[in-house]
């Protein structure tokens, strides 16, 4: 444990991994809040990777069904439906022999799959990557840094460039989405097609008729829909997509492990018929050595590099005094590389994910998904998406360096980004008899 001054204040590291697992689930009730480095403006404030305490808990208890086993299921047809579109793309691609840098690819495809899965839209960012969704989803994820330095350092003047129309987060950005949310809320409702599309629009319409019979929890959702919905695309496109990217990437580096997979997908879908049957929600169970694969590349290129924490109540930790509004912070990345917990930690191993590896390690070596009660609500869904998008490309594709492939990776000094791309190609795979 050790103090640290950051964004101008102080705020406490955690390295030991039993004082993280004290402050992430046995203290939780003392730890429940998030920092706040910027004020967001609505519907910004309302998302919930913002909220606070009993706020927080409500919405985040409201939102829960959207990622249940059933609701998950049902929506699984959208993320196999822009799956199908991305097997064309790639299957262009393949053909032309083009190089292919995966992090805008999967992005795209990503992009696709949060308009279908949260906001009920069929886009074509594959196709068209200027089309308006995209665009303005971009203004979320890249947003005024100046803006937001100014923020950091001097809140009362960002406060004030806001009047002049200068915001961290474009105004008009989230003017469209607002009213992106409005209109398919509306047609849903007049088409008669709520409750049919399992998406989450749909859960918001559930929302609304629990509201007027009384829910209490729900109501909560629905003061903040657009807020809520807004969550897909903050927390949802950025990390799927770089998991996907490097766990592609990785596997294209490693042939012996790109071939255990494929042998794994060969065996546990061969029921799925042609290779180029995108597999469905249940297929995908079971793909053990897969799911290892993704596990790895998380552990070596975890979207979100550290989680935090503020303490809500004073509380004594290992015979150190947090006060109340202490930031603790929990260095992830530092954590997944760290050499007395992960022997060679820059190599690429997904037996470290075997189950008895798992079981003689400490739960908070890894925590790409953060832990206890605030951790990834959201961690099912992007699962999935991995999975079926994976198995489907791993089934149909050989991934294979090229000449513009980087290795090892360099990676930005400000987030888990390649300063070169990931670049590869990709081959047919002999057709099975
Ligand atoms: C591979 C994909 C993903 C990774 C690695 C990831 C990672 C994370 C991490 C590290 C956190 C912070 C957890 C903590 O503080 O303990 C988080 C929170 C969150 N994630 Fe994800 N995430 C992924 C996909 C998604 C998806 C697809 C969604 C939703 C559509 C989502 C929604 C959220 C939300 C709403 C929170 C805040 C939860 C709360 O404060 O209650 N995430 N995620």
Same mark, same amino acid.
């Given at each position: 444990?050790?103090?640290?001054?950051?964004?101008?204040?102080?705020?406490?590291?955690?390295?030991?991994?039993?004082?993280?697992?004290?402050?992430?689930?046995?203290?939780?009730?003392?730890?429940?809040?998030?920092?706040?480095?910027?004020?967001?403006?609505?519907?910004?404030? *309302?998302?919930?990777?913002?909220?606070?305490?009993?706020?927080?808990?409500?919405?985040?208890?409201?939102?829960?069904?959207?990622?249940?086993?059933?609701?998950?299921?049902?929506?699984?047809?959208?993320?196999?439906?822009?799956?199908?579109?991305?097997?064309?793309?790639?299957?262009?691609?393949?053909? $032309?022999?083009?190089?292919?840098?995966?992090?805008?690819?999967?992005?795209?495809?990503?992009?696709?799959?949060?308009?279908?899965?949260?906001?009920?839209?069929?886009?074509?960012?594959?196709?068209?990557?200027?089309?308006?969704?995209?665009?303005?989803?971009?203004?979320?994820?890249?947003?005024?840094?100046?803006?937001?330095?100014?923020?950091?350092?001097?809140?009362?003047?960002?406060?004030?460039?806001?009047?002049?129309?200068?915001?961290?987060?474009?105004?008009?950005?989230?003017?469209?989405?607002?009213?992106?949310?409005?209109?398919?809320?509306?047609?849903?409702?007049?088409?008669?097609?709520?409750?049919?599309?399992?998406?989450?629009?749909?859960?918001?319409?559930?929302?609304?008729?629990?509201?007027?019979?009384?829910?209490?929890?729900?109501?909560?959702?629905?003061?903040?829909?657009?807020?809520?919905?807004?969550?897909?695309?903050?927390?949802?496109?950025?990390?799927?997509?770089?998991?996907?990217?490097?766990?592609?990437?990785?596997?294209?580096?490693?042939?012996?492990?790109?071939? *255990?997979?494929?042998?794994?997908?060969?065996?546990?879908?061969?029921?799925?018929?042609?290779?180029?049957?995108?597999?469905?929600?249940?297929?995908?169970?079971?793909?053990?050595?897969?799911?290892?694969?993704?596990?790895?590349?998380?552990?070596?290129?975890?979207?979100?590099?550290?989680?935090?924490?503020?303490?809500?109540?004073?509380?004594?930790?290992?015979?150190?005094?947090?006060?109340?509004?202490?930031?603790?912070?929990?260095?992830?990345?530092?954590?997944?590389?760290?050499?007395?917990?992960?022997? *060679?930690?820059?190599?690429?191993?997904?037996?470290?994910?075997?189950?008895?590896?798992?079981?003689? $390690?400490?739960?908070?070596?890894?925590?790409?998904?953060?832990?206890?009660?605030?951790?990834?609500?959201?961690?099912?869904?992007?699962?999935?998406?991995?999975?079926?998008?994976?198995?489907?490309?791993? $089934?149909?594709?050989?991934?294979?360096?090229?000449?513009?492939?980087?290795?090892?990776?360099?990676?930005?000094?400000?987030?888990?980004?390649?300063?070169?791309?990931?670049?590869?190609?990709?081959?047919?795979?002999?057709?099975?008899?």
């Amino acid at each position: 444990m050790y103090g640290w001054i950051g964004f101008k204040k102080p705020a406490i590291v955690l390295q030991d991994l039993d004082l993280i697992k004290d402050v992430c689930v046995k203290h939780f009730n003392s730890f429940v809040d998030r920092r706040v480095i910027l004020n967001f403006e609505p519907p910004f404030d *309302q998302t919930l990777l913002s909220l606070f305490g009993d706020h927080w808990k409500r919405v985040r208890s409201a939102v829960s069904p959207t990622f249940s086993s059933g609701r998950l299921k049902k929506m699984s047809r959208h993320v196999e439906r822009n799956v199908r579109s991305l097997q064309r793309v790639l299957g262009q691609k393949q053909e $032309r022999n083009e190089e292919i840098e995966l992090k805008d690819l999967m992005s795209r495809f990503t992009m696709d799959t949060i308009a279908s899965t949260g906001f009920g839209l069929d886009i074509d960012t594959l196709g068209d990557p200027e089309n308006a969704f995209c665009v303005h989803a971009k203004k979320f994820i890249n947003p005024n840094m100046i803006v937001a330095l100014v923020g950091i350092f001097c809140p009362p003047l960002c406060r004030l460039l806001a009047k002049f129309g200068f915001s961290f987060i474009s105004s008009k950005a989230t003017y469209f989405f607002e009213k992106a949310i409005d209109s398919a809320l509306e047609v849903r409702r007049e088409s008669g097609d709520a409750g049919k599309m399992h998406d989450f629009l749909d859960l918001m319409i559930e929302a609304e008729k629990e509201q007027t019979e009384g829910g209490e929890e729900r109501r909560h959702m629905v003061d903040s829909h657009a807020g809520q919905a807004l969550v897909f695309i903050l927390a949802g496109y950025d990390t799927v997509s770089i998991v996907l990217s490097f766990t592609l990437f990785l596997l294209a580096k490693h042939p012996q492990y790109q071939k *255990q997979v494929q042998e794994e997908l060969d065996q546990k879908l061969c029921d799925l018929g042609p290779d180029d049957a995108v597999p469905g929600y249940d297929s995908v169970q079971g793909l053990n050595f897969l799911e290892q694969c993704i596990s790895e590349a998380m552990r070596m290129f975890p979207p979100g590099l550290f989680l935090d924490r503020v303490c809500t109540e004073e509380i004594n930790l290992a015979g150190v005094k947090i006060p109340k509004g202490m930031p603790v912070i929990i260095p992830v990345y530092a954590i997944h590389m760290d050499p007395e917990l992960w022997e *060679q930690p820059h190599e690429f191993r997904p037996e470290r994910f075997e189950p008895e590896a798992k079981e003689s $390690r400490h739960q908070f070596a890894y925590m790409p998904f953060g832990h206890g009660p605030r951790n990834c609500i959201g961690m099912r869904l992007g699962q999935l998406e991995l999975k079926i998008a994976l198995a489907m490309m791993l $089934r149909r594709f050989d991934v294979v360096p090229c000449e513009k492939t980087v290795y090892p990776v360099k990676l930005s000094k400000m987030q888990v980004m390649a300063n070169d791309g990931l670049w590869v190609k990709l081959e047919r795979r002999a057709v099975k008899s």
